[in-house]
């Protein structure tokens, strides 16, 4: 029972346009989500993260919106830069335990 | 700040042996987690411990994976006897507090060990 979902395994992306990434969660208790992104042979890096009780959050080139009625988040990177190809992973936690990961979303920026 | 530091990086061992990892978390961080992530999967939890004491090892395959935490700082995970599954990636962990509103607590990964299990 995959309690968060990150539908598409990859993304492409050009240079200077948006990148999107998209991750669906299933419980409803969730009430804290995070985005970590992942260089090949290091660990997940902690990115954005967004209350429930928020509907949306900025830094810098990163945005995560947050559709808690449709339990949909997303993240936004304007612009896409090649040092942000990495594999991007959807975190989501209740009561700051359970941190339930989602399978991840390759995101290659082409230059 | 120092980060999670892991040891070894990479193990490469032969089914049926045993493996050790250790794990010191940031410091001042009361809550420790232990991972597996599979080539082409996201993380999935296997403990998580609080100061000494463990909040959920649901996960965790008790009849080969060990865990502990003495005196609240640093860990180790023992797989024994392996098997060629228990090839993965395992990433340590840590947060300030897992007891409070979740918002604003954040986890942070250390460069996880990598484990092949010929």
């Known amino acids: 029972d995959q309690q968060v979902k990150q539908n598409s395994p990859s993304l492409s992306v050009q240079e200077g346009r948006i990148s999107i990434l998209n991750c669906d969660y299933t419980n409803s208790m969730f009430d804290y989500f995070l985005w970590y992104k992942k260089y090949p042979a290091e660990g997940p890096t902690f990115l954005i993260s967004i209350s429930s009780i928020k509907d949306k959050n900025e830094d810098g080139r990163f945005t995560v919106f947050l559709n808690k009625s449709a339990k949909h988040l997303s993240l936004h990177i304007v612009p896409s830069q090649p040092g942000d190809s990495a594999v991007y992973f959807c975190a989501a936690s209740f009561y700051g335990q359970n941190f339930v990961f989602g399978p991840g979303t390759r995101l290659s920026v082409l230059p | 700040e120092a980060g999670v530091a892991q040891s070894p990086r990479y193990k490469i061992i032969e089914k049926r042996q045993s493996v050790a990892f250790w794990c010191n978390p940031i410091?001042?961080?009361?809550?420790l987690y232990w991972y597996q992530q599979i080539l082409g999967q996201g993380p999935k939890l296997l403990i998580q411990f609080q100061n000494n004491g463990v909040v959920d090892d649901s996960q965790l395959p008790k009849d080969r994976f060990s865990a502990e935490r003495l005196k609240g700082v640093d860990s180790t995970l023992k797989i024994q006897p392996a098997k060629l599954e228990d090839s993965a990636v395992y990433l340590c962990a840590s947060s300030r507090d897992s007891a409070t509103p979740s918002s604003g607590n954040t986890i942070y990964f250390g460069e996880g060990s990598w484990l092949t299990v010929v």
């Open positions: 410091s001042g961080h009361a809550t």
